[in-house]
Nanobody, 116 residues
Framework: QVQLVESGGGLVQPGGSLRLSCAAS?????????MGWFRQAPGKERELVAR???????IYTDSVKGRFTISKENAKKTVHLEMNGLRSEDTAVYYC?????????WGQGTQVTVSS
């Protein structure tokens, strides 16, 4: 059974940094999977933040370009999201998503709050 578990969320001041991690237990084809981070703020729809393709290509939404970095550790079946220069508008629940052989898997989410 595939399970995604996120960690690393928390409370941080504006301008601060956090590193989110998502461990994919039970994934069989992790190396060739599409991995992504999404976020959902209160009253808003869930949006794509960043994704990494099997060939290593990285795609970011405009609002996080230059501040966030997505990376993948195939041996550990883990994907990370390094977040720098955090702003209040980055406050949201962050979700990890994996696409394996046409199936979508989601983590339970981790809260990121940016506030002074």
């Amino acid at each position: 059974q595939v399970q995604l578990v996120e960690s690393g969320g928390g409370l941080v001041q504006p301008g601060g940094s956090l590193r989110l991690s998502c461990a994919a237990s039970g994934a069989v084809f992790f190396r060739t999977n599409h991995m992504g981070w999404f976020r959902q703020a209160p009253g808003k729809e869930r949006e794509l933040v960043a994704r990494i393709l099997p060939n290593g290509q990285k795609i970011y939404t405009d609002s996080v370009k230059g501040r966030f970095t997505i990376s993948k550790e195939n041996a550990k079946k883990t994907v990370h999201l390094e977040m720098n220069g955090l702003r209040s508008e980055d406050t949201a629940v962050y979700y990890c998503k994996m696409i394996e052989r046409g199936h979508d898997y989601w983590g339970q989410g981790t809260q990121v709050t940016v506030s002074s």
